[in-house]
T-cell receptor, first 115, second 115 residues
Framework: AQKITQTQPGMFVQEKEAVTLDCTYDTSDPSYGLFWYKQPSSGEMIFLIYQGSYDQQNATEGRYSLNFQKARKSANLVISASQLGDSAMYFCAMREVNYGQNFVFGPGTRLSVLP | AAGVIQSPRHLIKEKRETATLKCYPIPRHDTVYWYQQGPGQDPQFLISFYEKMQSDKGSIPDRFSAQQFSDYHSELNMSSLELGDSALYFC??????????????FGPGTRLTVL
């Protein structure tokens, strides 16, 4: 079964507007971390934001925030005030503490920011 | 700050040849992960090492092998290359295994093209 689901293969957003990228996950491990990575066309994986399963508050990092709804097993990424440089692939990933230490990635969402 | 170094950045090989990819983790990082990202795909976990011992194994073909050396750098050896091995190969490093938040810092990747 797919552990990370990103239902939006592609998204468009107007520059300076906010956009939400969806991510749902599946795990039976009570201890896990959720990560978002940005992958521009150059290929590198850029860490954006992290949310731990025991964190009470939603994570925020500058223009990035994570809307963590644990009961729904969702960890949506919100990008505020989109910039042209935000155009990239965005991957949601999960790391389960007790079931291997590697990342499991979702299929990604390609975000295009329009001028 | 020092990042994960991967070499070479680009590699072109022919079918049935061998290839060796190298990864130099961030100083003091003792854990290395290898991922394979096919065209238009999300990264798939191959194998990981912690303190020079294999810690976890994912979808790594039998034709591939890897090891971590005493200086913590790692090499991924790929033999009898197939066209389907063409992909971006990421190495990531982290400090230890214990925590959901041991952020994995990704290298820039090695783009392997098999002709």
């Amino acid at each position: 079964a797919q552990k990370i689901t990103q239902t939006q293969p592609g998204m468009f957003v107007q520059e300076k507007e906010a956009v939400t990228l969806d991510c749902t996950y599946d795990t039976s491990d009570p201890s896990y971390g959720l990560f978002w990575y940005k992958q521009p066309s150059s290929g590198e994986m850029i860490f954006l934001i992290y949310q731990g399963s025991y964190d009470q508050q939603n994570a925020t990092e500058g223009r990035y925030s994570l809307n963590f709804q644990k009961a729904r097993k969702s960890a949506n990424l919100v990008i505020s005030a989109s910039q042209l440089g935000d155009s990239a692939m965005y991957f949601c990933a999960m790391r389960e503490v007790n079931y291997g230490q590697n990342f499991v990635f979702g299929p990604g969402t390609r975000l295009s920011v329009l001028p | 700050a020092a990042g994960v170094i991967q070499s070479p950045r680009h590699l072109i090989k022919e079918k049935r040849e061998t290839a060796t990819l190298k990864c130099y983790p961030i100083p003091r990082h003792d854990t290395v992960y290898w991922y394979q990202q096919g065209p238009g795909q999300d990264p798939q976990f191959l194998i990981s090492f912690y303190e020079k011992m294999q810690s976890d194994k994912g979808s790594i073909p039998d034709r591939f092998s890897a090891q971590q050396f005493s200086d913590y750098h790692s090499e991924l050896n790929m033999s009898s290359l197939e066209l389907g091995d063409s992909a971006l190969y990421f190495c990531a490093s982290s400090l230890g295994l214990a925590d959901s938040y041991n952020e994995q810092f990704f290298g820039p990747g090695t783009r392997l093209t098999v002709l």
